[in-house]
């Protein structure tokens, strides 16, 4: 029966870049002619998307399994938890709602879920050569080792090596690696099988020298030291660079970077554009006078609009709206864009929350959520952006509450919105939309080459594993795989 060697890559910190070190290993050892699939237990993360089947998981390892040339599944990531606040997390398994928990009461759930986390992974691994199991956050957290699902515990479950995974860029590299070996248990060290310093920016002579005292001091080899990347990979979470504010362009875009701001992947493909600026901001004083303002999916779509109700943005956005600024809402800024949002079932609290008002549409929370691959050519979109109508689009809906629209974009006058995610992704959208604003601005566009989405992607793939495999002692990861713990 065939049986995939796993392979784990834990990291000292959140951030480390586990995620980005799983998809390079994935397209290395696609490129190597194997077999191989991403895996991670337990994933909290806002950014998500709907498999074929209709199911949602986590995007990191949607992104992973992509790397890899391979179907996305729910397999690769069983449980999902969506943070609804700072206690608590809405609670997806396999793919389905099971539904909202405390911190508290999740922590004594979650080992009920390990037969989950065993059959999905022994699926996987029943299937492919190597499995590539990302671990989260740091496995030296000692507080939350008791019962741990997705660290060590994961390790065990799989039979799996660990690479332990350093973030050199805030500094402190080496007692992040040391601290984090000192913290494990005699048996967890044992599986670590080396250690990789990510995030390297400098000559690394100047670095040898601590290597090799590493070396000596934990007994672990060093695998490798890769560089501070620049690869356009959608990324795991809100620590990512891309929701830094850069300097405003010829066309300014203005991204309202709401605090349960998910899927903001979504709008990476307007950032392409060298001419273009796409900013992230929280207040009015941020916001400026943009050419285009864009309310972005969250998690909590009440709470988030009360902070901008709170803070001035909603008040600064209907005046831009107002003198002709086009605003853009997908699917929870959608919603906050209607007119009102009631929650009869007490789905995001309960009651009724008064919108924007400036799209005709009223939202109605319900305890099903809708989870659904979308695709096909855009048509009915009126004035600043009728240039989509024609275009196609394949994407998903990840959405509590139902607005009563069967249109794929809704608009009323210069206001937007839509429920898919990824469709700015289609062929030709991003740069209808730019090339719109630039002829507001009444500035000649032009685009800088045909892009094609796809092919972009997969050449960001490569170009990312050519640039970890050219890191990495891949002789020494091969035998890591091969011999296992």
């Known amino acids: 029966m065939r049986r ?28 190597d002619g194997y077999a191989a699939a991403p895996f991670k237990s337990q994933n909290m993360a806002l950014n998500s998307c709907v498999t074929r089947e209709g199911l949602e998981m986590g995007r990191a390892q949607a992104v992973q399994a992509e790397a890899a040339g391979v179907e996305p599944s729910c397999l690769m990531n069983p449980i999902l938890l969506k943070p609804t606040t700072d ?16 911190a508290t009461e999740y922590f004594k759930f979650k080992k009920s879920l390990v037969p989950e986390i065993t059959r999905a992974y022994d699926t996987l691994a029943s299937e492919y050569d190597i499995i590539v199991i990302e671990g989260a956050g740091s496995p030296a957290e000692i507080n939350l080792k008791a019962d741990d699902i997705v660290n060590m515990g994961m390790a ?121 600026s796409l900013r992230y901001v929280r207040d009015p004083r941020e916001l400026g006078e943009p050419d285009m303002v864009i309310i972005p999916g969250t998690k909590s779509t009440v709470s988030d609009l009360l902070w901008m109700r709170q803070n001035g943005l909603e008040a600064s956005v209907k005046k831009l709206a107002s003198r002709g600024v086009p605003v853009f809402g997908i699917c929870g800024g959608l919603q906050m864009l209607g007119r009102k949002i009631t929650d009869p079932t007490g789905a995001e609290g309960g009651g009724e929350t008064e919108g924007m008002g400036l799209l005709p549409i009223d939202t109605v929370f319900s305890g099903e959520k809708t989870l659904a691959r ?18 196609a689009y394949d994407g998903y809906e990840i959405h509590m509450g139902q607005s009563g629209i069967s249109a794929t ?77």
């Open 4 to 31: 995939a060697k796993p392979i784990m890559i834990q990291g000292t910190m959140s951030n480390a870049g586990k995620s980005l070190l799983c998809a390079a290993l994935c397209r290395i050892f696609r490129q």
């Open 87 to 102: 206690v608590g997390s809405q609670v997806i398994v396999n793919g389905r709602v099971l539904g909202n928990m405390r």
């Open 156 to 276: 065990r479950l799989a039979h799996s090596p660990v690479v332990l995974v350093g973030d050199i860029d805030p500094g402190g590299v080496f007692a992040q690696l040391y601290g984090t070996l000192a913290l494990l248990e005699p048996e967890e060290r044992k599986i670590v099988k080396a250690t990789v310093i990510n995030k390297f920016r400098g000559d690394r002579s100047i670095l040898e020298p601590g290597l090799k005292m590493l070396e000596d001091l934990t007994k672990v080899p060093c695998a490798g030291v890769v560089p501070y990347l620049r690869v356009d990979i959608d990324d795991e979470d809100s620590l990512s660079d891309r929701l830094k504010s850069g300097a405003r362009r010829e066309v300014d875009i203005a991204v309202v970077s709401l605090p349960r701001l998910s899927n903001f992947t979504d709008f990476s493909p307007l950032s392409r554009f060298s001419q273009v």
């Open 374 to 391: 979308k695709s096909g050519v855009l048509s009915g979109v009126e004035g600043i952006f009728s240039r989509l109508n024609g275009l």
């Open 409 to 485: 974009v809704i608009c009323s006058g210069n206001v937007y919105g839509s429920y898919i995610h990824g469709l700015f992704d289609g062929a030709g959208i991003a740069d209808a939309i730019v090339s719109a604003l630039f002829e507001k601005r009444g500035i000649t566009f032009s685009p800088e080459s045909e892009f094609d989405p796809k092919a972009y992607r997969e050449s960001q793939y490569d170009a990312l594993a050519n640039a970890v495999r050219e890191s990495l002692d891949m002789e020494l990861i091969y035998k890591i795989l091969e011999d296992g713990v």
